[in-house]
């Protein structure tokens, strides 16, 4: 992985957008009923971006590669209805997005972009977290790898259309951050 990676700043907002708005086409075509992408732009993920960036409960780590922003991840408290769902009791902590440029998966990038948002929920006293993901997509087996148990299958809705999602989570955000080497 030769990807930097760093918190995002307010300035970030646009690229992180783009960003987002680009892998999201990329992975859900296909994936997801394509009335549901039609419904999405990228001013509304702009606009999205710019309210986390604003969010001092969020915890955004991007990487950039020569410049060029390749991967982002937001996580912070759990919400009170993660993705509008019910709530997830045991939990602390939710994974709101980890994307990564196709061109930069299977680098460890995704790997390492959980590590350090995890990093930043532990130092919040945070312990414990969830996340929703397409269940069609390849994103789920990154996941399962990473130690993420199912916790259960839920029903995603946009522009008229459904879906099927899967909520994974770690009991011990630990043990995705890698611990130090003694020197």
Known sequence: MSA?????VASDAAGLAA????????TYTGNIPQAAL????????????????ADPARRIVLAEDDGRMVGLACAG???ERPNGHDPLPGYDAYLYSLYVDPAQQKSGLGRALLAAVAALLLADDLHAMALHTVAAVRARHFYEHLGA?????????AAGVHWTTLVYGWHDIGLLVPKATPR
């Open 149 to 157: 148990h199912l916790i259960r299958t839920e029903e995603a809705h």
């Open 38 to 53: 039609d419904a999405d732009s990228l001013a509304r993920r702009r606009t999205l971006w710019e309210e986390r960036v």
């Open 19 to 26: 960003l987002h708005y680009a892998v999201r086409l990329a």
């Open 4 to 8: 930097t990676l760093r918190r995002a």
């Open 77 to 79: 408290p759990m919400p």
